[in-house]
């Protein structure tokens, strides 16, 4: 019983965060994803960029599930510290670049997400079978720190779809753990 509970409790909090909630800042600017089916024709200016920063626009496939990255437990700290400025990390095989340089590697440890991402919505990094089995079109730029993936924007409807489809593949997953 507590099994199904459990399984009820997830997806309703999963469902939850599948639907499109306008935001009270910068909800005019609209979803965003990381990985898109299309080259992107214009790329937002990324308030991270400098100006010698240099974009690569590139067609990669996702090795594995990106990872949330987490700081290193401070027991008996205080919680109150700041949020990592890029809390996602994926592994990607670059299979062509469309513009810029290609980078010396073919698989990159790229980060992405961030403070401004939280005010708007955005479509998770793919997590399905489906989604990771696709290619997909990504905009990035590298720093001292690595790669570091832009936004780009992706329409209402896109977004729900991408944002269903993980939903209902979670909802799958507990039902058959709970068996």
């Known amino acids: 019983m507590m099994h199904k509970i459990r399984s009820v409790f997830i997806f309703l909090c999963l469902a939850a965060l ?5 935001r009270p800042a910068r909800a005019a600017d609209g979803p965003i ?6 080259v992107p024709l214009e790329l937002p200016k990324s308030k991270l960029l400098s100006s010698t920063d240099q974009i690569i626009v590139a067609k990669v496939r996702v090795l594995d599930r990106p990872a ?16 990592l400025r890029e809390p996602w990390s994926a592994w990607l095989r670059v299979l062509d670049v469309i513009r810029g340089k290609r980078p010396e590697r ?19 990094a793919p997590t399905t079978p489906r ?14 720190f690595g790669f570091h993936l832009i936004g ?3 329409s209402t409807e896109k977004y729900r779809e991408w944002q269903q489809e993980i939903t209902r593949f979670e909802w799958e997953r507990q039902k058959s753990l709970s068996k």
Not at 69 to 83: A, I
Not at 106 to 124: H, I, K, Q
Request: hydrophobic letters at 35%; a negative charge; glycine letters at 6%.
């Open 68 to 83: 949330y990255l987490l700081r290193p437990d401070q027991s008996g700290r205080p919680s109150g510290e700041k949020l």
């Open 131 to 144: 989604q990771l089995a696709q290619e997909y079109f990504v905009a990035m730029y590298e720093d001292a």
């Open 106 to 124: 073919e698989r990159l440890d790229v980060s992405f997400g961030g403070a401004d991402d939280l005010l708007r919505s955005y479509a998770r």
């Open 33 to 38: 994803t990381y990985f898109s089916d299309e």
């Open 18 to 22: 599948a639907i499109d909630q306008p």
């Open 152 to 154: 780009l924007p992706i």
